[in-house]
């Protein structure tokens, strides 16, 4: 009988059932979430053509999106409390309801912008006390030394989740319509709250719990946690790095809906083009699994901010088209590369007591970059175009070339 894994040997997490099926059920949430969002990008831009604010309007979505984010501390500390499992449950059990309710509105016919926005706005909160649970449950599902390996699957399977929802999804939803996103994300909603129901054993790694939320402690906690992180240099440093870096490229992703469709382009293009960007980010964190961040990573985070200047200049200034792929799948690579670092470096090097809290502070850095992108390059995209993302990139050049001088100069 022909076996397999004789000629196919599966990466060590992959081969560990717990974390395969947290895996294979949080990332098909995370596809039709992104499923969703491309549907409503799309929308929004189409309905404000007219307004002269459709940058404005469509970074909106991000802003309220990421706005409970600027709690993104607090769903740490939460984690750090309650069974981790019962907060990635409800969660889920949450979003299929806020997304039934849109879904019930699209089919109605009665659907509104603001519907879109507070959506947006929901979402945000589940994201908020969920996505520190799912990352530490991510890295506490393997030994410590898989921590890395499994951190960078995990990225590397949401980032092939938008591969395919960008470069299909927006094929499905031009020849099946755009309520067909709310219904495939209501589901892979409910797949995945039974799915993590299942796994008994989630958060072994976690200190004994009450199963119950210590309001009282919540503030003395987040100091605790805050404070933690400021006296980590090898930990803040970087993730100071990577949050500046995203807040300058983040327009060329989350504006990218208005970009194609002021270029008159079609939701096709914007689809290949975010594709783009998703196998930049495939690659990114694919890279990031097979080699860390090295032993200086203040001067390879501040290269990668070099780079990642001169990728959102070229797209400033050809930003649709088959040449706009390459520029898109740099900032793709090096966004994820970085989160993956992050992420991977807290379970090596943070305390077990404060995983969750810190684990937090690199979601908050990576989801508030979008929203304060969307909101300087919204208005900057409506006033002067596209063009306006150069000032972006000549401000992340500048960054950089101080951050790579003051890393040489303490080496």
Request: proline letters at 4%.
């Amino acid at each position: 009988m022909f076996d397999m894994s004789k000629w196919v040997r599966l990466p060590s997490p992959l081969r560990r059932a717990r974390f395969r099926r947290l895996w294979l059920s949080m990332s098909a949430s995370y596809a039709g979430d992104r499923l969703q969002q491309l549907a409503q990008g799309w929308l929004v831009a189409t309905l404000t053509d007219a307004t002269g604010f459709q940058s404005t309007a469509v970074g909106a979505l991000n802003v309220l999106g990421s706005l409970p984010l600027l709690l993104s501390p607090l769903g740490g500390v939460i984690a750090d409390q309650v069974d981790r499992r019962r907060i990635l449950v409800l969660g889920q059990l949450a979003g299929a309801l806020s997304t039934g309710i849109v879904t019930a509105l699209v089919f109605a016919d009665k659907i509104a912008i603001w519907h879109l926005y507070g959506w947006a706005f929901v979402n945000g909160l589940i994201v908020l006390v969920c996505r520190p649970s799912y990352k530490v449950a991510v890295t506490e599902s393997v030994p410590v030394d898989e921590a890395r390996s499994a951190v960078a699957i995990n990225s590397m399977g949401e980032t092939l989740a938008m591969v395919a929802v960008n470069a299909g999804g927006s094929l499905v939803l031009g020849l099946a319509g755009m309520p067909v996103a709310f219904v495939a994300n209501t589901a892979t909603y409910l797949v995945a709250a039974a799915s993590v129901w299942s796994l008994r054993a989630l958060g072994g790694g976690q200190a004994q719990v009450e199963g119950k939320l210590a309001f009282k402690r919540l503030w003395p906690d987040l100091q605790a946690g805050a404070v933690y992180l400021w006296r980590q240099p090898g930990l803040l440093t970087p993730l100071a790095l990577t949050f500046a870096t995203l807040v300058a490229i983040s327009p060329s992703g989350g504006l990218l809906a208005a970009i194609v469709h002021a270029q008159e382009g079609t939701i096709v293009d914007l689809g290949l083009l975010g594709a783009s960007f998703s196998v930049g980010a495939f690659l990114g964190a694919g890279y990031a699994g097979a080699r860390g961040a090295g032993r200086s990573p203040v001067r390879r985070y501040a290269l990668l901010a070099l780079v990642a200047a001169a990728a959102l200049a070229l797209f400033a200034l050809l930003p649709i088209g088959l040449h706009s792929a390459l520029p898109l799948a740099v900032l793709g690579f090096i966004a994820f590369a970085e989160a993956v670092w992050n992420t991977s470096r807290v379970r090596q090097l943070a305390e077990l007591a404060y995983q969750a809290r810190v684990q937090s502070f690199t979601s908050m850095a990576f989801t508030l970059s979008f929203p304060l992108g969307s909101l300087w390059g919204g208005r900057a995209i409506d006033r002067f175009g596209v063009r306006a993302l150069l000032g972006g990139a000549a401000a992340l050049a500048l960054f950089a070339v101080v951050s790579t001088l003051v890393a040489r100069r303490s080496e």
